[in-house]
């Protein structure tokens, strides 16, 4: 008993010591609460401040402070009472101002807190609000914002937690901070919440539904961002848990361009702290209250007023009706200034205005067309379902007109905000009669309608069935009835909508999952494929499985697939799809599509937009399966181009793509699509997106009216083509020509441009009766006035981002635009004579127009940018407002005298002052209340007594320094400020900082001055970010002001004088002024007189004197050389180092202006002076003895150096002797060492004819060396070898021929080879000793350079009259006219065109001209040059374009010298120059620092393939080169060629690079021997079978225009015939005794040189004998014409004559632009617009050359040679030679397939000899066998089987007949 009680005190402690320990651990009950019949008094205070986060700016915002009494009602319900609240509001500098009362806000806003409210409390946590009926939105929030103090959730077991808590924001991550203090029985928690991670975010946006979020770092890109901080104190007494004090912070952040520290904050902070504690029994109020939920913040159901003004809305009908009469009071000449306030605040009401208000005003403004244009514009722009309701009744009642209906249907469908009810009436107003009448309106509201189903069911989570059906009834009833038209627009409404229960419809649109509907046009099935690209966003994997099963189906149209690949990479596929992607390409035959699909990955590769990271990487890992061949397509082939840049500090970037979709049946693209899209801060949006698609459009171009269906081998070719197995001509392209246009990814309109319109375009232009009908009504219009004003105000939207704060006072960011059009115009016309009632376009060819115009064209447009509280009682916020005001007034006077060729205009001087393009910007803290309407409270945000940074604070000096000095010193210090800020002064007034920039071009003689000037005060200096520079004030302005003449000025004129009065036009105005000039004609020493007043003979005289000279002009007077006709960048031949030099000087200035020109193209003077001019000017007699580098200089200014192998003993450092030693080098033996100058010298001089050989040989090169490599250029690798090998055959340094063979394999850099001129080498320059110069020059080169001065003369206007003259002047009082005169000369009927510009002061005492003159001096070189200044001598900038050889490949070198320009043009070039290395970074140049002529640039483009260049430029201090380098289309470049073994003349780049080029677009097939070269250039080898006519080239198109066939002649095996079928002639050509003889229809034609001319109708025979000119027979005769005008006249012309032994037939009306058949050759180039049409063995001319074996049935051979059997013609048996025919053939034994044993048949015919028939020769081919069991009873006479439409189950060789032998020939088969 005793254990038993022992053992239970022992258990009973250790129950009392566990009891202790638990409650020793166990926590307080920290959950808060307040006690029924008690009252606790608190102090509230909470405000919340908008500005930047800079002390001493200003902020705007409101404070709210009262006493707050909680009473507990019941354990869980507590009453609310807010005792008499008082606001404040801040609107001033921080922290400096204080907040002020305002009585008017607490007097409105505190009888919404008169009443209780009552809430549900539970361990410290919010439940469900009540309060009085209809209390306003904005008071229960603020009372939530009080209660969301006291929310807080306690976990009993953790101090340190996270969890999502329900707060006034949202559902929000909220970390938890618990401290203990025992001692005091009081608990510290601290609460933050984390704003950006929420699960149920409290926000509202308007105008973002096409803002998407970025899938990748959504997060930390957001420009918005926030938190907020909580911390309380509680105690613990005995009732629980006491809250007695919270405070809280919070701040949101706005960076618009994501900087850092460039950021806009809103700080809120909150303070509740507990008076007293009170015992009384608290008792629900005795009135009805209404639950407005919990916590969560709630908006207003009707948009909030926009935080521009506050509008009270007791009355608006009135107030509408009393802005509309101020705006149109107000602004009947010019925008008022407070119009697009006042625009906005229509709009404001009006959204407020109910259906029936919007239709009282309008039945007061109906009558009325500017108030219902103003109110319509404003109604448009509101987004409410009211304002949609009243449009639907305008457009129902007819009310509007065409434009108005249109412009408002469009802003108010695209602009409303939507719901159920908003869906619903747009459906019905699509529905309504007036806009189903019209296809133009169908359009823009169906659209419309689209775009609000978009952005409705983008806020649900299905898109309800009904808002979808319409569209998708549309789609169903256009497929059913086949309308093309409703297709399309039912297709683009589907993309616009982007739900993915319309994938259904679409896949009707495609065939390839839809076999049940017919043929879908082209267009139609590409506009399918675009319409899956929004449904993308909803459901990318089914839209990605749909486009890679197009994308792989080699047998849908090119287009439609690359459409496919467009819309499959917006999908952001992932790496395992752009592999299979990859795959396709490499599987792919037409290059059309792997172009596209190549080009667009490796576009995307290289992009940096985050967006596009995943894919980028993706695309850069399946590039490297691909073969870059596909790199080096031409432009032909279809092409992805995109252009984006992305700025990581800034979080902001842009990408424009470019599709590129050609077509082979086409000369230009056939689609077009462009599309921008940009990147800021986490968020995407397509920008804009246009595009363009052409079809058929080549043919209406080209149409002729030529009936080729009625000429009789439209119908012989059509029987042969029956012959073809499979063959059929290519269907007729319907032409259309169809644009869209799409803003932020929603098609607003497109346009289709049918056959119908197209033809009827065509015919207006090229008709007459058409033409003369629309310039007859043209002409009628302007004769009887133009009059009207037009204003149009546009609301282009808001974008706005409310969320809630701790307050309960709403944050709003916000952007709005308005823009206001207008244009005034007057416009009188008269005609003189009167046109007669018989109106013929030339008539106005006799008239006198005379046009009187008043056009007044202005533009405003207003952005104002806001960031505060916006509430229907007050607003408080930063506001930054920028407006655009342009005015560009025109009054003037025209008259055209169309006989004269003479034009004027005139207009009246500007005498005041008059704005043309004016902008500001401002950035204000805004205030404003609705106690005190039309009061606001306005204060800079940088203030006029801001501080700047203290870095630019200037140096304040003690007393004791010297104020002098200081003064000088900051004089000294803007002196040198204002020289390098170019006119730009920087101010610090009273520490702010100031910019003033004003740039003026005075035009005194026309009484006006241009001025462009800018104010700016910015917050830079606090902190450098584009948000800082934004803040402040901005003005910019472009002005036209009055300037001060001697005489006022009655008018400006503007005359054009063309044709041969141009002359007489000037000597006149000359006249006008000389009031003593007595002589009575006016055209008396004409040319005299045209020079004195272009000051021509001022421009030439220094340089006439100089050419006199005795002696060597200075450095200062060689500067004024430069002459008219002359090369700019000729240089003095000789130095002035010695007495040689001057003598040779003295001889050479006799030398003709031509010589000078040649300069040496290969190593500029310019170039080796600059690289050692120190040193040269300076060098001694021995010095030219040294050895030079690879870069060396020449001994004197301009010489060429001799690259040191001869070593001189000489002491003479001439330009001569050194030249001559060099030469002499040059031109000896390759064996020899060199020789000296002397030596050099006499030999060559002692042999007139070697001498000038090796002159013209060996001079130009200057040390290139003598032996080259020959390397075949056959293929690219080979090419490629060479290139690498033996790129260039010149030696780099001097030396004697071994050393220079030794390093012949020496590679280069291609920048260090020099450019061979080919000028230089057609006209070399010839130096000769100082003895002989004098001499030659006076018997040879004289008489040349006379001969060329006659014909290239210095001034045109010697020779030629001028082409155009054009006065600028002023007519003054005084009857003087000053102002400018320009004078155009022009040569362009010549070999070598030229043009002279002169613009010249019409005052006689101003010197200032400017003269250009641009020239082709031959063949290879062209020059110009601009100078102006004083008589054209103060600047000069000249260039030169040269031909020649570079690294042994055909170039061009661009030169462009400026030895003297303005400082203003030097600092803009030096601004652009900075850009350039960083440019050819990013296009891939290489870059290497060299030091080349300070004043110079080369350019040098060499050829190296028809597709590739290289490129090197060389600049100042840089060389930028890059290696083949891609070019767009191909070249004609020929073989490389070293320069020794060219001889000239040499190829006329100016005069036949066009030609050539174009020659090179056209394609040519030839046939040499068994050698075949197609259209596309694929060359196989091919024996044509005896006897049978093969189809060479074939018009495949509906028209069948002509036929060519070849077959092999009986003569020999090499030889071969021709048949043509063409037009109304058949014509064979096939070799007989050694020529070739010619059948026309028959007919056997001599067998002379002949020439066949047909005009398709009559054939004509006219015989050439041979006596007559060659020149005569190649010519085609006077009556053969290509003209349209010919062609529909006569009908389609050919001409045919003999060239040599051969034939050549033109038929460019064919197709047909050269034939050429010799008997062994044959070759067809056809016409560019037959591309795509062909057939035939020389291809179909589609660049397609991976599908070059197309056979007639449009299937790909497999081989060469079962390709050529595809296209030989049968004939019937018995009756023709061929006797060959194709069938289908049994494998001769049998195989096991899969197991079983078959028998196979051919799925393509094989050559066979016909019946009766045996092979004597046969040529194995590949074939394709279906197979089937061998106890089918299948055979090869079953008609039913079809073998080419059969699967190829395996491949096999067979043998085809080519030859056979004929004993037994069946002629009834």
């Known amino acids: 008993m005793s254990g038993r009680a022992s053992f239970t005190f022992t258990m009973r402690g250790i129950i009392f010591v566990l009891a202790l320990t638990l409650v020793g651990s166990q926590k307080f009950d920290f959950d808060p609460g307040f006690s029924s019949g008690k009252s606790y008094l608190y102090s509230y205070e909470g405000w919340m401040l908008n500005g930047l986060q800079e002390k001493n700016l200003a902020k705007a915002g409101v404070r709210l402070s009262s006493k707050v009494e909680i009473s507990g009602l019941s354990e869980n319900t507590c009453l609310l009472k807010i005792r008499p609240p008082q606001f404040e509001e801040y609107n001033g500098i921080w922290p400096r101002d204080p907040f002020t009362r305002s009585s008017k806000i607490t007097q409105t806003v505190s ?42 959730t306690i976990k009993k077991s953790q101090n340190v937690y996270e ?113 007293e504690v009170r015992s009384e029994r608290g008792s629900s109020p005795d009135l009805s209250m209404q639950s407005y939920g919990g916590l969560r913040y709630q908006f207003p159901a009707e948009l909030p007023q926009m935080p521009l003004q506050l509008i009270k809305i007791k009355n608006p009908e009135q107030r509408i009706v009393e802005i509309l009469q101020h705006i149109v009071l107000n602004n009947q000449q010019d925008f008022h200034d407070d119009l697009p306030y006042r625009f906005l605040e229509l709009v404001q009401l009006c959204r407020i205005a109910s259906a029936d208000t919007l239709e009282s005003i309008w039945r007061q403004c109906s009558d009325k067309p500017r108030y219902r244009r103003w109110l319509l514009s404003a109604v448009s722009g509101t987004g409410t379902t009211e304002a949609l309701k009243f449009i639907k009744s305008r457009i129902r009642n007819d009310d509007l007109n065409y434009l108005q209906a249109l412009l408002s249907v469009s802003f108010a469908l695209h602009l409303t905000e939507v719901d159920e009810h908003t869906v619903t009436i747009a459906a019905d107003l699509v529905t309504s009669s007036r806009i189903q009448k019209s296809p133009m309106l169908q359009q823009v509201a169906t659209l419309g309608y689209s775009s609000v189903v978009n952005r409705y069911c983008s806020q ?32 683009k409404c589907i993309g616009n909508m982007g739900d993915p229960a319309s994938i259904k419809r679409i896949l009707k649109f495609l065939p390839i999952f839809s076999s049940s509907v017919p043929d879908i046009p082209i267009h139609i099935q590409i506009d399918a494929i675009m319409a899956l690209r929004k449904i993308a966003w909803k459901d990318s994997k089914t839209v990605q499985g749909y486009l890679i099963q197009i994308l792989a189906d080699q047998s849908l149209p090119p287009e439609v697939r690359m459409m496919a690949c467009a819309v499959i990479f917006e999908t952001r596929p992932a790496l395992p799809l752009i592999t299979a992607i990859a795959n396709v390409v490499m599987k792919e035959s037409n290059l059309q599509v792997a172009s596209f699909m190549y080009t667009h990955m490796k576009a995307l590769a290289k992009s940096r937009l985050p967006y596009t990271y995943n894919i980028s990487s993706a695309c850069n890992i399946a590039l490297k399966m691909l073969a870059p061949r596909l790199d080096r397509l031409s432009y032909r082939y279809s092409k992805v181009i995109r252009v984006g840049a992305y700025f990581d500090n800034y979080k902001v970037g842009a990408a424009g793509d470019v599709f590129v979709m050609n077509s082979p049946g086409t000369m230009f693209p056939s689609a077009i699509i462009s599309k921008l899209m940009a990147y800021s801060a986490g968020s995407v949006a397509d920008l804009a997106e246009a595009g363009v698609r052409v079809e058929g459009l080549t043919d209406v171009i080209m149409k002729r009216n030529i009936p080729f269906a009625e000429y009789p081998a439209y119908k012989k070719i059509k029987e042969i083509g029956k012959a073809l197995l499979g063959w059929k001509e290519l269907p007729t392209e319907t032409p259309l020509i169809s644009a869209y246009l799409k803003l932020f990814g929603q098609e607003l309109a497109y346009i289709n441009i049918n056959k119908e319109v197209l033809q009827q375009a065509v015919k207006t232009v090229l008709e007459p009766a058409d033409r003369n009908t629309v310039l007859k009504r043209l002409i009628s219009q302007i004769r009887s006035g133009i009059a009207g004003q037009w204003t149009q105000p546009m609301w282009l939207g808001e974008l706005r981002y409310i969320v809630s704060t701790c307050t309960g006072l709403p944050l709003e960011y916000g952007s709005y635009t308005a823009a206001l059009a207008r244009a005034a115009a007057s416009i009188d016309g008269k005609i003189t004579p009167p046109l007669t009632g018989d109106f013929r376009p030339s008539q106005l060819l006799e008239s006198t127009v005379q046009i009187q115009s008043d056009i007044n064209p202005s533009l405003y447009v207003q952005t104002v940018a806001t960031m505060g509280v916006n509430t229907e009682y007050f607003q408080h916020a930063v506001e930054i407002q920028g407006k655009v005001l342009t005015r560009v007034p025109m009054k003037f006077d025209t008259e055209i005298d169309m006989k004269l060729k003479n034009i004027k205009i005139e207009t009246n001087p500007c005498h005041e002052e008059t704005e043309i393009v004016v902008g500001r910007h401002k950035a204000f803290a805004v205030s404003r209340n609705i106690g005190e309407l039309g009061v606001e409270k306005r204060t800079s945000i940088l203030p006029g007594d801001a501080s700047s940074n203290i870095v630019e604070e200037p140096f304040k000096p003690s007393e004791r320094a010297s104020s002098e000095g200081f003064t000088k010193q900051e004089a000294d210090s803007k002196a040198r400020k204002h020289a390098d800020s170019s006119q730009e002064d920087l101010r610090h007034v009273t520490g702010r900082k100031t910019h003033t920039r004003d740039i003026c071009v005075k035009m005194h003689h026309l009484g006006c001055q241009l001025c462009f000037s800018r104010r700016s005060r910015d917050a830079s200096f606090l902190k450098n970010t584009y948000l800082h520079r934004l803040i402040g004030e901005h003005e910019a302005k472009i002005v036209l002001i009055p300037v001060e003449t001697d005489a006022d000025i009655d008018k400006i004129q503007l005359e054009i ?188 001089s002692s042999s007139s004819s070697r001498s000038s050989s090796s002159s013209r040989s060996s001079h130009h090169s200057h040390g290139h060396h003598s032996r080259h490599l020959n390397c075949s250029s056959s293929s690219s690798s080979e090419s490629l070898s060479c290139y690498s090998h033996g790129h260039h055959s010149e030696h780099r340094d001097g030396g004697s021929s071994s050393s220079t063979y030794s390093k ?164 803009i070039a030096e601004w652009f120059y900075k850009f350039i290395p960083g440019a050819a970074f990013m296009l891939g140049f290489s870059e290497k620092t060299d030091k080349n002529p300070s004043r110079q640039a080369r350019v040098i483009v060499a050829l190296t393939s028809p597709r590739t260049c290289d490129v090197v430029i060389k600049l100042p201090d840089i060389i930028l080169y890059e290696k083949a380098m891609r070019l767009p289309l191909s070249l004609p470049v020929g073989p490389r060629i070293p320069a020794s073994e060219l001889q000239p003349p040499i190829w006329n780049v100016f005069a036949e690079a066009p030609s050539a080029v174009l020659q090179n677009l056209k394609a040519q097939c030839s046939i040499s021997y068994d050698k075949i070269t197609t259209f596309n250039e694929v060359q196989f080898n091919y024996t044509m079978p005896a006897n049978c006519y093969h189809i060479l080239a074939q018009d495949c198109s509906s028209d069948l225009k002509f036929l060519v066939m070849m077959r092999t002649a009986e003569e020999a095996v090499n030889l071969k015939a021709i048949n043509i079928k063409l037009g109304i002639h058949e014509i064979d050509m096939h070799p007989a005794n050694g020529q070739v003889k010619l059948l026309v229809d028959g007919v056997e034609s001599p067998m002379t040189n002949v020439s066949y001319t047909s005009t398709g109708i009559k054939l004509a025979c006219i015989l050439k004998f041979a006596t007559n ?118 494998l001769e034994k049998t195989v096991q397939l899969a197991g079983v044993e078959s028998k196979c048949y051919s799925t393509e015919p094989v050559l066979r000899c016909m019946k009766g028939c045996s092979a004597t020769k046969t040529t194995p081919v590949n074939v394709g066998f279906h197979c089937l069991p061998a106890d089918s009873a299948t055979s090869l006479t079953d008609k039913q089987m079809k073998f080419d439409q059969k699967s190829e189950d ?9 030859a056979c032998s004929c004993e037994d020939e069946d002629c009834s088969a």
């Open 111 to 152: 009888s919404c807190f008169t009443q209780p409210f009552k809430f549900e409390y539970n361990s410290g946590r919010v439940g469900n609000i009540y309060g009085p009926e209809d209390c306003p939105k904005t008071c229960i929030n603020i009372v939530r914002g009080i209660l969301n103090m006291i929310q807080i």
């Open 163 to 275: 969890l999502q808590e329900a707060g006034i924001g949202g559902v929000c991550h909220t970390r938890y901070i618990i401290q203990e203090d025992r001692k005091n029985s009081r608990v510290s928690v601290t609460k933050t919440v984390d704003q950006n991670n929420c699960q149920e975010k409290v926000v509202k946006s308007v105008g973002m539904a096409y803002i998407y979020p970025c899938p990748v770092d959504m997060m930390k890109e957001r420009p918005i961002k926030g938190t907020a901080a909580f911390s309380y104190k509680l105690k613990q007494s005995d009732s629980g848990t006491l809250i007695t004090e919270v405070v809280s912070q919070q701040v949101y952040q706005f960076s618009p361009f994501s900087e850092p520290t460039g950021v806009a904050v809103m700080e809120a902070r909150q303070q509740l702290t507990l008076l």
């Open 460 to 491: 649900t989570s299905a898109c309800p069935k009904e808002a979808l059906q319409p569209i998708h009834d549309l789609a169903d009833e256009a497929i059913s009835r086949g309308r093309e038209d409703k297709m399309k627009l039912a297709l």
């Open 1057 to 1244: 004088q063309a044709g041969s009065r141009a002359a007489s036009k000037i000597i006149q105005e000359v006249n006008s002024e000389s009031k003593e000039e007595d002589e009575p004609s006016l055209y008396k020493d004409i040319r005299a007189k045209l020079k004195k007043i272009l000051g021509i003979e001022n421009v030439f005289k220094v340089a006439n004197k100089t050419r006199h000279q005795k002696k060597q002009p200075s450095k200062k007077e060689n500067t004024m050389l430069t002459e008219l006709g002359t090369d700019p960048d000729a240089k003095r031949p000789f130095s002035s180092s010695s007495a040689s030099s001057a003598a040779s000087s003295s001889s050479s200035s006799a030398v003709s202006p031509d010589h000078k020109k040649a300069v040496d193209e290969d190593e500029n003077d310019q170039e080796k002076q600059a690289r050692n001019k120190d040193t040269s000017s300076r060098s001694s007699s021995s010095s030219s003895r040294s050895s030079r580098s690879s870069r060396g200089s020449s001994s004197s200014r301009g010489s060429s150096s001799s690259r040191g192998s001869s070593s001189r003993s000489g002491s003479s450092s001439s330009r001569g002797s050194s030249s001559r030693s060099g030469s002499s080098s040059r031109s000896g033996s390759s064996s020899r060492s060199g020789s000296s100058s002397r030596s050099g010298s006499s030999s060559r």
């Open 1304 to 1467: 012949i394999w020496e590679v280069y850099e291609i920048y260090q080879y020099r450019f061979k001129s080919a000028h230089r080498q057609e006209f070399p320059k010839t130096e000769l000793p100082a003895d002989q110069l004098n001499s030659l020059y006076s018997s040879i080169r004289s008489s040349r350079a006379s001969s060329r001065a006659a014909s290239q003369p210095k001034f045109l206007g010697d020779v030629k009259t001028p082409v155009l003259a054009v006065f600028l002047h002023g007519i003054h009082n005084d009857k003087k006219i000053r102002g400018l005169q320009l004078v155009i000369y022009a040569v362009i009927d010549s070999i070598r065109p030229r043009m002279q510009v002169f613009v010249s002061n019409l005052t006689d005492s101003s010197k200032w001209k400017l003269c250009a003159d641009a020239s082709v001096l031959n063949a290879h070189k062209a020059v110009a040059y601009l100078k102006w200044g004083r008589n054209c001598q103060d600047y000069k900038i000249s260039t030169e374009l040269v031909t020649g050889r570079f690294a042994a490949h055909p170039a061009v070198q661009v030169k462009l010298e400026w030895p003297k320009v303005p400082s203003s043009v030097r600092s």
């Open 1669 to 1786: 000119r060659y020149e005569e027979l190649v010519k085609p005769p006077a009556s053969f014409s290509q003209s349209r005008n010919s062609f529909s006249v006569k009908g389609a012309s050919l001409w045919i004559h003999s060239e040599n032994q051969a034939l050549v037939l033109l038929a460019p009306a064919y197709g047909i632009d050269r034939l050429y058949f010799d008997g062994y050759t044959f070759r067809i180039q056809v016409a560019l617009w037959m591309a795509g049409k062909m057939c035939g063995i020389c291809g179909k001319y589609d660049a397609e050359c991976e599908e070059e074996y197309r056979m007639p049935n449009g299937y790909i051979a497999k081989n060469a040679v079962s390709f050529g059997h595809s296209w030989i013609l049968e004939e019937k048996p018995c009756r023709g030679v061929c006797k060959l025919r194709r069938s289908f053939v049994k």
């Open 1850 to 1858: 395996m491949q096999d060789t067979v043998d085809a007949h080519i």
